[in-house]
């Protein structure tokens, strides 16, 4: 057994995109074994999640365990750490672990980016950025691998997280921004630990696709509930977003029935389904997925040495 | 982030019985938080299950991940291995790895020892053994712990493994006898992984409180689905039970009621349940639980160094 720590060498976003789409496409044929995501809700201090996976093509199985605790900030901890538990797929013996904090974000950024390339309007694109955290940050550099960005439009609730993040794309023609102007654009990315709607319906304009990012658990939501109803709506998987993506909290009170999702971005990138026109609003609801998390996983780890470790 | 081999000074099976007798107790005063676990199959390698559990009165929480893969034993691997990851309670960081696997037949042998002494008709006892691999061992190393053992009759499938079992207990008067045989004993531990029952209703006689540990996944069953019916059966965890315990077949097949249980090991450890009377037939239906895991795997690793890892 191995222990990877992971801590420099990241693999570009052109090569975590292209891994991305390609166990996206595993997923949209049907041949990925993904258990729903399990909460255990840690008392006043967040909660940690399970995600089992199994990728037969790939040759791929494992564990995700990761935290999401908003008091680590103040401790000077990430909000979010996660450790990969590699399984062998002939012996069931554990082969690796992998220090996956960073790779968490990356992962998520790149089905981002992923989706952008296939619902965005246009290869070049303006994008508008909510939140300007470190997961709006893995967002616009996956993103940035996958179109052409001319600009970027941040907005953040405390303006000089907006600002500093901005002076980081300056190259991108980065600009902290109001909401309302963020949201006028032809991408538009949400990561924040929302509860309550902050994008309006009618900030949105024909044609934008969205990346709702945010809300990954019962009762985060970032977008207006009228927006969904509007908007072709596709999702990571059916079932963890309707426990726990975009669409939960509206699916739970009656404002979004599940039987309206347009379809799973497996199935986009299979081409299976797709925007139906450019002046459809297009909405990729994500939750995050174990396979992506085994898929970026054994990528960062590839020709790196570890930690050997006795087992069993 | 330490991980631990524990290979060498494991704990003796008095510790061990007591801390999972302390986790039964806090699961029956309903403390412990406990989700089912999620099984992954992997094509012809058997499957791997993963285990979360939060037990906030011992302020342990985290995941232990276990294969079955009865191919294996023709590798020279065990058949089951097993990692458990510890999450820090405060923040949700990792904070420890521990190689479970010796660990997860002890911890499945000590609540077979707890269920005995409460639910033994007497506490001097003879002890029935069938199947003759790791988990008997465990089984009889716990019960010896727990009760007075004044003779073991083992039966396996394959004579001679019965008969280099029992001469490893020869102090406790062990031998290798018929099925039959075994079964004419105060109590009756079954761990093999038979799909067909083994233990016919009529080779047990009154009084007789049986371990029920083989079956942990559907399909598998030991006993005699009439023998459910007529004895007081007692479990460790009523939703894994019915999914994969003894139980989980005739279930299935409407045999068996689940309405029908008795109670938990949990409610019997804290005094609401137990047997009705001494002529009564008691099982205990085991499919091993996180939280005995949980327990086991951070009394194992008191006092040990392990290697220290750098997280996140």
């Known amino acids: ?28 044929r049907g041949d990925a074994r993904m258990p729903p995501k399990v909460y255990v809700e840690l008392v006043g201090s ?28 103040a401790r000077g901890l990430p909000t979010v750490m996660a450790l990969t538990v590699f399984i062998d797929v002939e ?14 974000a990356m992962r998520t950024g790149a089905a981002g980016a992923v989706a952008a390339r296939y619902l965005a309007p246009r290869q070049t694109i303006a994008l508008g950025v909510i939140g300007a955290g470190r997961q709006s940050e893995a967002l616009v550099e996956a993103t940035i691998a996958a179109l052409a960005v001319e600009e970027i439009r941040v907005w ?20 902290s921004v109001s909401i309302e102007h963020a949201c006028d654009c032809d991408v ?21 696709h969205i990346n ?10 970032e977008l207006d509930p009228v927006l969904l109803q509007e908007a072709e709506v596709f999702v990571d998987d059916r079932s963890q977003a309707i426990h726990s993506g975009e669409i939960n909290v509206p699916v739970s ?18 081409g299976k389904k797709g925007r139906s ?9 994500s939750t995050g997925l174990a396979i992506q998390d085994l898929a970026i996983a054994a990528l960062a780890v590839q020709g790196s040495e570890g930690y050997k470790l006795p087992f069993p």
Chains 1, 2 share one sequence.
């Not at 996976?53 to 494992?62: D, H, R, V």
């Not at 012996?91 to 968490?104: Q, V, Y």
């Not at 709702?212 to 939501?221: C, F, H, L, V, Y």
Request: glycine share 8%.
């Open 188 to 208: 538009l990315t949400t990561a924040t630990p929302s509860i309550t709607p902050l994008i309006m319906a009618e900030w949105i304009h024909d044609g934008t």
């Open 91 to 104: 012996t069931g013996a554990p082969k690796a672990i992998i220090n996956s904090t960073e790779l968490t």
């Open 1 to 28: 057994m191995i222990y990877y720590p992971v801590h420099s060498g990241y693999p570009p976003y052109t090569e975590v995109n292209r891994v991305i789409e390609a166990v996206f496409a595993e997923h949209g």
């Open 212 to 221: 709702a990012i945010g809300a990954d658990a019962p009762g985060k939501q």
């Open 156 to 175: 953040s609730r405390t303006e000089k997280h907006a600002e500093a993040f901005a002076a980081r794309y300056e190259e991108y023609n980065a600009r």
């Open 253 to 270: 009170t009656g404002r979004y029935d599940p039987d309206r999702l347009t379809g799973t971005l497996g199935e986009v990138v299979t």
């Open 277 to 285: 026109s450019l002046d459809a609003i297009t909405i990729f609801d």
């Open 46 to 73: 967040g909660d940690f999640r399970t995600m089992p996976a199994y990728l037969p093509e790939l040759g791929l199985a494992g564990v995700k365990i990761v935290n999401v605790n908003p008091h680590n900030r």
